[in-house]
């Protein structure tokens, strides 16, 4: 069974949804079904007796456009767990780009960052270099960044709290720092943090980590352990933008792609093209007046 939900707006419906499901017939995915969900207002629901989530998602993505979507191999469940990405999915920014921008490095970092993100550069390598231009900043640029800089993408704080109330452990796991995700979570309500650690001497930032490297296996290490503690059958929702996120998003049973790149989105079975995060509550079917607006 292949299941895939996504925000469809009325106009031109009809039309798409006969050439989508023409492509996904010829690719061996005939459509069994199709219908609106009432509880949850646009959702369109395509139901197939088979097929392969990604290549699915790829050919409604063809036919519906820049859409909000996701794809499950099963009858799509409210997940126990909940495991995201922060910088540009969580939070609206890159905290490193941002911080840069205090020691007037701001363009430098955020092509490292990008290229970074894209997959082109080795993660652990392009962090250390970005880290190291920081040499010298004082620790209280961190505190300012945070006030000025740094804010929750819309609808955030309502998807975490609304998870939780059905039961969903939340993880927020970064290839960035602590300084940054611990405040962030506890803003959100983040049961877990896991990320790097920025060094600091003197009040000034050295340069360098301190401690281990969180990266795309720290993310899907993450999400195994905490999986693996709620036991067999628990579902897992895997959010991110980067290349960075690949691995726990391809690993969790709804793995969403946020506004991302082309890689971590090709590597999806979910993609969001909205910029408020509540449309995963709609795709998951929570209805909105089960939502804990934040």
């Known amino acids: 069974m292949l299941i895939a939900r996504l925000i469809a707006e009325a106009t031109g419906l009809e039309t798409?949804?006969?050439?989508?499901?023409k492509a996904l017939d010829a690719a061996g995915m005939p459509v069994a079904s199709a219908t609106m969900l009432d509880f949850c207002g646009d959702v369109l629901q395509i139901s197939m007796p088979h097929g392969d989530r990604k290549q699915a998602a790829a050919i409604l993505a063809g036919h519906?456009?820049?859409?909000?979507?996701?794809?499950?191999?099963?009858?799509?469940?409210i997940p126990r767990?909940?495991?995201?990405?922060?910088?540009?999915?969580?939070?609206?920014?890159?905290?490193?780009?941002?911080?840069?921008?205090?020691?007037?490095l701001k363009e430098k970092v955020a092509e490292i960052t990008e290229r970074a993100m894209r997959g082109e550069l080795e993660f652990e390598s392009a962090l250390r270099e970005r880290v190291g231009l920081l040499e010298g900043l004082g620790e209280r640029a961190i505190d300012n960044c945070l006030a000025e800089r740094i804010a929750p993408v819309p609808g955030a704080r309502t998807l975490v709290q609304t998870l939780k109330t059905k039961g969903c452990?939340?993880?927020?796991?970064?290839?960035?720092?602590?300084?940054?995700?611990?405040?962030v979570a506890e803003q959100l309500g983040f049961e877990r943090v896991v990320g790097n650690r920025l060094a600091v001497a003197n009040g000034q930032l050295t340069g360098q980590l301190a401690g281990p490297v969180s990266d795309a296996s720290t993310k899907l290490a993450t999400l195994v352990e905490e999986r693996d503690n709620l036991g067999e059958g628990a579902r897992v929702l895997a959010t991110g933008d980067g290349a960075n996120d690949i691995p726990m998003i391809e690993a969790a049973d709804y793995g969403i792609a946020y506004r991302a790149k082309p890689k971590a989105r090709d590597a999806a079975s979910g993609r969001i093209?909205?910029?408020?995060?509540?449309?995963?509550?709609?795709?998951?079917?929570?209805?909105?007046?089960?939502?804990v607006e934040g």
């Open 16 to 21: 798409r949804l006969d050439a989508a499901s």
């Open 64 to 77: 519906f456009g820049d859409i909000d979507m996701l794809v499950a191999d099963h009858d799509i469940e």
């Open 81 to 104: 767990l909940f495991v995201s990405d922060m910088d540009s999915t969580m939070i609206g920014q890159e905290c490193i780009d941002e911080l840069a921008d205090f020691a007037g």
């Open 169 to 183: 452990r939340t993880v927020l796991v970064t290839g960035g720092f602590h300084h940054f995700a611990d405040r």
């Open 273 to 291: 093209a909205s910029e408020d995060l509540t449309v995963i509550l709609s795709l998951l079917g929570i209805p909105r007046s089960d939502w």
